[in-house]
């Protein structure tokens, strides 16, 4: 798994812990719902810091707590 593989998981989990619909995240975080849908997909290979923190700030979580995920333990190397 890659670092924007992991993000859009990392999206997912919360939503799902949360029971949240990705367009209710959108409207709390104040991003458009295609912002984090193309995170979600391959459209956006490089999700930005600044849009994650919106959307941390959405879920009112750190960006450390969102960080503080398995899935961010074992990524594969990016320069290749």
Known sequence: ????????????????????????????????????YSMLNEKSLNPGIVS??????????TLREFFDSDLFDNLEQEIK
Do not use: H, Y
Not at 52 to 61: E, Q, S, V
């Open 1 to 36: 798994m890659n670092a924007k593989q992991a993000v859009a998981q990392r999206i997912l989990q919360i939503c799902k812990e949360r029971n949240l619909a990705i367009n209710a995240i959108a409207n709390i975080a104040g991003v458009s719902p295609s912002t984090i």
């Open 52 to 61: 994650i923190k919106k959307i941390c700030d959405g879920f009112d979580m």
